[in-house]
């Protein structure tokens, strides 16, 4: 198979971007047009005057990728050229469940066919590890230490699935790099799909983290093992299928592998946030039915 992501980009060794970003295009195969807004994976495969993709390939501003996927969408129905090209958003949390809201929200709305993947590493890390919509509870990042008065995130994790369901997507579903298989399948169902799907893809990131990047892949599937990131589908609404855990890990197992978290391992009273954390775990178990 032809990769459609060259070698040599600069992203980290076991970047968690370039992996989704790869198993995307295995899955969506030549034809198709990517946009990407500003993050880390724009900035590690575009350094002028270089590019990684064998695709045609644009960046958007970090604010408007789904308004640059609905113009590009609109423009190949208007020449007649659309056929079964289709038009596939790769983005950041960042740029998803915040900066990026009011953009994909209108493209949805609108009904524009069109692919959205948020690469969902849980903080912007391409600037320096803020806290995003998306980084989970009690995860220490620049902007939400950990420290004397504080155990790190004091929000939720944004359930952007169900947000973009309630937009009337026609697929929804939930995906890891850490499921390759699962992910390209998904991929080439959403692209299968006439209207605007979404696909929200965990994606561990070393550097941001804190873990070695050899564990990549095994964060991921602990993320699901433990419940923490529940694998489903939802077609028009309704869950249709989900990933079943025979037998749930404890969430510290998770967690004890991360640097984001080992402030609870360390501080007093990070026990009983464990135990929050495991109640959001069993939480997601008797919800989706992982059980």
């Given at each position: 198979?032809?990769?459609?992501?060259?070698p040599?980009?600069?992203a980290c060794?076991?970047?968690?971007?370039?992996?989704?970003a790869?198993?995307?295009?295995r899955?969506?195969?030549?034809?198709?047009?990517?946009?990407?807004?500003t993050?880390c994976?724009e900035?590690?495969?575009?350094a002028?005057?270089?590019?990684?993709w064998?695709?045609p390939?644009i960046h958007?501003?970090?604010?408007n990728?789904?308004?640059v996927?609905?113009?590009?969408?609109a423009a190949?129905k208007?020449?007649d050229?659309k056929e079964?090209?289709?038009?596939?958003?790769?983005?950041?949390?960042?740029g998803t469940l915040?900066?990026g809201?009011?953009?994909?929200?209108?493209a949805f709305?609108?009904?524009h066919?069109i692919?959205?993947i948020?690469i969902?590493?849980?903080?912007?890390m391409n600037?320096?590890v803020?806290r995003?919509?998306a980084?989970?509870?009690?995860a220490?990042?620049?902007t939400?230490?950990?420290g004397k008065?504080s155990?790190?995130n004091?929000?939720?994790k944004?359930?952007?699935p169900a947000i973009m369901?309630?937009?009337?997507?026609?697929?929804?579903a939930?995906?890891?790099?850490?499921y390759p298989?699962d992910?390209m399948k998904?991929?080439?169902?959403?692209?299968?799909?006439?209207?605007?799907?979404?696909?929200?893809a965990?994606a561990?990131?070393?550097t941001g983290?804190?873990f070695d990047?050899?564990?990549?892949?095994?964060?991921?599937?602990l993320?699901?093992q433990t419940a923490?990131?529940?694998m489903?589908?939802?077609e028009n609404?309704e869950?249709?299928s989900?990933?079943?855990?025979k037998?749930?890990?404890p969430?510290e197992d998770?967690?004890?592998?991360?640097?984001?978290f080992k402030?609870?391992?360390?501080?007093?009273?990070g026990?009983?946030e464990i135990?929050?954390i495991q109640?959001i775990?069993?939480?997601?178990?008797?919800?989706f039915g992982?059980?």
């Open positions: 198979m032809k990769e459609l992501l060259s040599g980009h600069t060794p076991a970047c968690c971007d370039t992996m989704i790869k198993f995307t295009l899955a969506l195969g030549e034809d198709c047009i990517i946009v990407s807004p993050g994976l900035v590690t495969t575009s002028f005057p270089t590019s990684s064998q695709v390939w958007s501003l970090f604010e990728a789904g308004a996927a609905s113009g590009i969408e190949l208007a020449m050229k079964d090209t289709k038009v596939v958003v790769l983005a950041g949390d960042g915040d900066i809201m009011r953009s994909i929200s209108g709305e609108r009904g066919d692919v959205y948020c969902d590493n849980e903080a912007y600037t320096g803020q995003s919509g980084t989970p509870f009690n220490t990042t620049t939400s230490p950990s008065v155990f790190g004091p929000l939720p944004k359930n952007m369901a309630a937009h009337g997507s026609p697929y929804v939930t995906t890891t790099l850490a298989k992910l998904k991929v080439k169902k959403a692209a299968d799909i006439e209207g605007p799907t979404y696909i929200h965990h561990p990131c070393t983290w804190g990047t050899a564990k990549t892949v095994e964060i991921g599937k993320a699901v923490l990131w529940p489903y589908e939802m609404g869950i249709t989900v990933k079943k855990i037998k749930p890990k969430v998770y967690l004890r592998m991360q640097r984001r402030h609870l391992f360390t501080m007093e009273g026990a009983e135990e929050k109640a775990a069993d939480y997601n178990i008797k919800h992982l059980q």
